[in-house]
């Protein structure tokens, strides 16, 4: 008889986060079953497309029976755990969908999903949960967040931040019950590989770098020698820090981590920069990667009458580019950080270096551009 092999029941593995979390599970030799969508030929086709960058042959791994790959869909579509037992759910799907727009989401997929995903838990004797969930499930609260369940708070920023909340609030009422074992992961924004630049989402973040280069670009008759001159009013206090952001292998290193050592499952772990940068380093930084000068901050409340064209592009979409202007909460990372410590990790921090190599890989598939145009040519 083949001893048992400990088993992760894994949701959204072709996801952004997913696709590295998977990685580290399988290098580490954790067995995976990865719940897929359908048609299941095309999602198997699809990971193996996005494994592969990341150094996997997914086809070696299925081969050797650590990766087992199923059919099904949240909340309705769950397959009937025929693999034998399974020790733990690693649950990293997610409706990202900001708001519903009558397609159910992102309701269906985080609560709904979240419900059955429970049931079945329930259902196959399983008694560990591995949930990502998100940093902004603090929603209003202000000042520093710590590791723990929050009391729902007045409001949220968007739909997607409630439904992320209201699943964690089932989990945790899941994890009183007796025997349960709930561990949270709680990223804040997450951006590309710390080491290599390589991403394979290009919102927030690399949304407003992108709108600089292409103010740089209107702007490109304004140049003598110190670069672009932009007369530009920026919201935003320069001491303040910018919105958080996760390089993707360090939020995927850290939840391998933390599942494959049960000493540390029952927490919750905010996977967020401890010393974001503020916004006069990150306006340094810009002003140095594209060569551009004329910039200075004003408060974000009081938007000016007499908007140049540059100014009327920004502030119009402030709110989209950088949603966490109004509302930077400071987060607690108190058991990541012994985490990080145990292992003798250090924070991948944003320094100039690292900002470059995050835009010039963005900039060599062109914000995106290059990805979607592979995906339509597949699809
Ligand atoms: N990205 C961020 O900045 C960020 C920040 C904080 C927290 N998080 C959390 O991190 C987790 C992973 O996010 P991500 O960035 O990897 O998202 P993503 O790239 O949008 O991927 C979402 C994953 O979930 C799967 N999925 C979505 N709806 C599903 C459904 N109804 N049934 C089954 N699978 C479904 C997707 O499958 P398909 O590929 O088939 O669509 C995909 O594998 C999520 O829980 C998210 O809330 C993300």
Not at 140 to 154: M, T
Not at 185 to 207: L, N
Request: contains cysteine.
């Amino acid at each position: 008889m083949t001893p048992h092999q400990p088993t992760t029941l894994m949701t959204g593995a072709t996801g952004f986060l997913g696709q590295f979390v998977l990685r580290e599970l399988l290098q580490r030799g954790r067995r995976v079953v990865a719940l897929l969508r359908s048609p299941l030929q095309d999602s198997r086709r699809r990971l193996a497309g996005l494994m592969r960058p990341l150094g996997v042959e997914l086809d070696e791994h299925v081969t050797a029976g650590r990766l087992i790959l199923r059919e099904g869909a949240l909340p309705e579509n769950l397959p009937d755990g025929e693999w034998g037992p399974t020790d733990d759910i690693l649950a990293c799907a997610a409706s990202l969908q900001l708001f519903s727009n009558g397609n159910g989401e992102p309701y269906k997929t985080n609560v709904e999903g979240t419900r059955t995903l429970l049931e079945w838990a329930d259902r196959h004797h399983v008694t560990r949960i591995h949930s990502v969930s998100t940093a902004y499930v603090c929603g209003s609260h202000r000042d520093v967040i710590r590791e723990v369940h929050h009391p729902r708070p007045a409001s949220f920023q968007t739909e997607y931040e409630e439904t992320k909340w209201q699943a964690e609030e089932m989990l945790a009422q899941w994890s009183r019950a007796n025997g349960n074992t709930l561990t949270v992961t709680r990223p804040s924004f997450i951006i590309g590989d710390s080491t290599t630049g390589y991403t394979t989402q290009f919102g927030g973040f690399y949304q407003f770098a992108r709108f600089v280069s292409l103010m740089k670009a209107e702007c490109g008759s304004n140049s003598n020698g110190d670069g672009t001159y932009i007369p530009l009013r920026i919201p935003g206090r320069p001491d303040e820090q910018i919105q958080n952001l996760v390089p993707v292998d360090y939020a995927a290193r850290m939840i391998a981590e933390i599942i494959l050592n049960p000493d540390l499952h029952g927490r919750i772990y905010h996977l967020t920069d401890p010393k974001p940068p503020t916004w006069d380093a990150f306006k340094q930084f810009l002003e140095g990667y594209f060569h551009i000068h004329g910039g200075h901050f004003v408060d974000a409340d009081s938007l000016p009458s007499d908007k140049t064209e540059a100014e009327s592009l920004m502030w119009e979409k402030y709110d989209l580019l950088m949603p966490r202007i109004h509302h930077q909460p400071l987060f607690d990372e108190a058991n990541t950080r012994a985490v990080r410590q145990s292992l003798g990790l250090e924070y991948p921090s944003l320094t100039p270096q690292r900002l470059s190599l995050l835009l010039d890989y963005a900039v060599s598939q062109r914000w995106g551009q290059r990805a979607n145009r592979r995906h339509a040519r597949n699809d």
